[in-house]
Structures are given as structure tokens and as C-alpha cells.
């Protein structure tokens, strides 16, 4: 299996996904500035509980969250990996400014436009919050983790962006973080817990059809950037949740047997009518399956935060 913090180009992977059998694309490439906006478009939709769930965590637990934080009351970096539009970051962000906290804002994503758009109405909301955006992929920041200052450093990994990573590249990945954290910094991830089925799946497959967009955009993508002909009318989006590994997993199926050129591949890839390419996992997790995830990379739990249907979970971890 590929490690998750192995670099490789878009058309590498496009190349490997395609020519894989069954056929896959990363769901880390759905973030181009199109689909940066869809993506903020999938959290305001009344399926998608997963925002509202984080955001009732942050907004009625903000004291309990900065007591867990602030313990030792010296200055930190919050930095958080994919801060996307950082609406659920701004309940803690206003909570410590008020409390007058020495901390610096290091919202680090992989979409320029989505890190703009934060930075500026940051500055506008907080004219005195320290904020240093980064733009790259998180895993490529990593490194600088360790000298980027002596301050101790909070970790935030949140809205379930954990679940597009298997069991095994989740539990790479939090090592890697781990290899970079000292023994008094903090990390702070949000999970999707496992629940009714019935409520997962709709989330995926919303009815206004902006998660198969969302989805289908990645096919634009590649055609303007890896100069390739997929035809959107004729794949489909198709989500699925299964209850036993507590996965939902969703393809694009192709809607007939048909032929993509992908210039920058130098290929031509054929697909059967019907056959699938593999987009993304979400995966859900139950409470043993995060314990089992820390301890497996070296950190302990030392609190959970749940919103009021325990639909989801901010987890607080300790270096080991
Ligand atoms: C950004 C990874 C948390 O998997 O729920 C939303 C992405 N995909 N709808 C998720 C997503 C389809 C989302 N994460």
C-alpha cells in the first residue's frame, strides 16, 4: 500500500488510479477552487450533519475545550491541517482572544483561494490574531513542524477530515505526526462516529445532487489540467455506506463501455459499461477503533467531546 505522506504528482496518481484494476482517483484532488466551493456548498446542506455536529461541539463546549488546551497556560501555535474556511476554528479562535491567550493562527491548506478567503476574513473579524497561512499539501509541511519555534504546538485535524484516509494510512499518517510532535504538544481530531446507516448515507448522497458535482468536478479537473476528454454526462455518482467496516465509499460509474484520452498520461484508458472508479472513503469510527488508532500511533486519549445525538466526536490526543 502507498504510505500517505508519499509525494507523487497529479498525473502519477492519475495514471496508477486508472490503470489500477478496480479503477481509483484520490479524493485529495478534489480541491481545486471549484471544488473548494462545493465542498463549502456540501456543509451547508441539511443532510450533511457532520459540520453542524462539529460546530455544536465548538460553540456549547469552548470552555471545556480551552480548559483541556490552556493547561499549562503558556504561549502555543494552533495549527490546523485543511483549515478550509475555518468557520468552526473562529468559535475557539474568539474564545481565546478574549481570554487574552498568547497563541499564533497557522491555518495550513492545500487550496490557495480557501486559505485567502480565511486569512481575510480573519483579519477583518480579528484585527489582533497573529495568523501565518501556509498553502501546500499538510504532509509536506510536516517537517517544518519540529523547528518552525519552541512554543508548544496544538494540533487541529478536524470535520472528519481523518475519515478519507483507510485504517492503515490513518494510523501512518498520526505516526508521522507524532515523529514531529514534542511531548507536551497536543493534537485535536473530529471523527464521524458510526451510527444509523440511514443517516449516513444521505449525507453522501444529498438530494439536491451537489455531492455528485462535487464528485464529477474532479473529472473537469483533469480534463483543463491533464488535458483529458471524460465526458461527465456519461458517468454517475453512486455512494454507498457499509455497516460492518463502517465505511461509505463513493464512485463514479461509468454509464457505458467508452474510452478517455489523458494527454498528460500519454494513455488511453478503457471502461466497461458500468464499471466504477473508486473516489473516496468517509470512513466512520466507534470509540474502540479511535483508542485502538491512538495507542496503535503512539499517542492516549485523554478526552472525548460529543455534540448532543453523539453523532461525532472531537477527540483530544497525548503524545505517549
Ligand atoms: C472533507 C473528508 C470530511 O468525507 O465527509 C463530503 C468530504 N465528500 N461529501 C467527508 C466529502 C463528500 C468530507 N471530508
Known amino acids: 500500500m502507498q504510505s500517505a505522506t508519499q ?40 443532510e450533511y450533519y457532520l459540520t453542524q455536529a462539529e460546530l455544536e461541539i465548538f460553540s456549547e463546549q469552548r ?4 480548559q483541556a488546551f490552556a493547561e499549562s497556560g503558556a504561549a502555543f501555535d494552533l495549527i490546523e491541517l485543511g483549515a478550509g474556511d475555518g468557520t468552526k476554528t473562529s468559535v475557539l479562535v474568539e474564545s481565546f482572544l478574549r481570554r487574552q491567550i ?11 483561494e480557501a486559505l485567502n478567503f480565511l486569512t481575510g476574513k480573519f483579519n477583518r473579524q480579528f484585527p489582533n490574531l497573529s495568523i501565518q497561512p501556509e498553502q501546500g499539501d499538510y504532509f509536506r509541511t510536516l517537517e517544518s ?31 508521522s505526526l507524532r ?40 473529472l473537469t479537473r483533469i480534463n483543463r489540467e491533464l488535458g483529458a476528454d471524460f465526458n461527465r454526462q456519461e458517468f454517475s455518482h453512486y455512494a454507498s455506506y457499509h455497516p460492518i467496516d463502517g465505511a461509505a465509499r463513493s464512485f463514479l460509474i461509468s454509464r457505458k463501455a467508452q474510452t478517455v484520452r ?3 498520461a500519454n494513455k488511453t484508458f478503457e471502461f466497461a459499461a458500468w464499471e466504477p472508479i473508486f473516489m473516496e472513503i468517509s470512513q466512520k469510527y466507534t470509540l474502540k477503533m479511535i483508542g485502538d488508532l ?27
Open 7 to 46: 509525494q507523487n504528482t497529479f498525473a502519477d496518481d492519475v495514471l496508477r488510479g486508472l490503470s489500477s484494476n478496480p479503477k481509483f482517483l484520490s479524493s485529495k484532488y478534489f480541491y481545486d477552487d471549484e471544488g473548494s466551493r462545493l465542498f463549502q456548498e456540501i456543509m451547508r446542506l441539511p
Open 262 to 264: 489523458v494527454e498528460a
Open 294 to 320: 491512538a495507542q496503535a500511533s503512539g499517542f492516549r486519549v485523554a478526552k472525548y467531546f460529543f455534540d448532543s445525538r453523539n453523532f461525532y466526536t472531537n477527540s483530544l490526543w497525548k503524545p505517549e
Open 179 to 218: 515523529a514531529v510532535m514534542n511531548e507536551t504538544d497536543l493534537l485535536f481530531i473530529g471523527f464521524d462516529l458510526q451510527k444509523d446507516p440511514h443517516t449516513i448515507l444521505p449525507a453522501y448522497d444529498d438530494a439536491q445532487g451537489i455531492t455528485a458535482e462535487f464528485n464529477l468536478n474532479l
Open 102 to 112: 498568547d497563541f499564533s493562527y497557522i491555518p495550513i491548506d492545500i487550496s490557495a
Open 63 to 66: 470552555d471545556e475545550i480551552f
Open 145 to 175: 513542524f519540529k523547528t518552525k519555534s519552541d512554543k508548544q504546538k496544538i494540533i487541529l485535524f478536524l470535520g472528519s477530515n481523518i475519515g478519507n484516509f483507510s485504517l492503515a494510512q490513518a494510523q501512518d499518517f498520526f505516526k
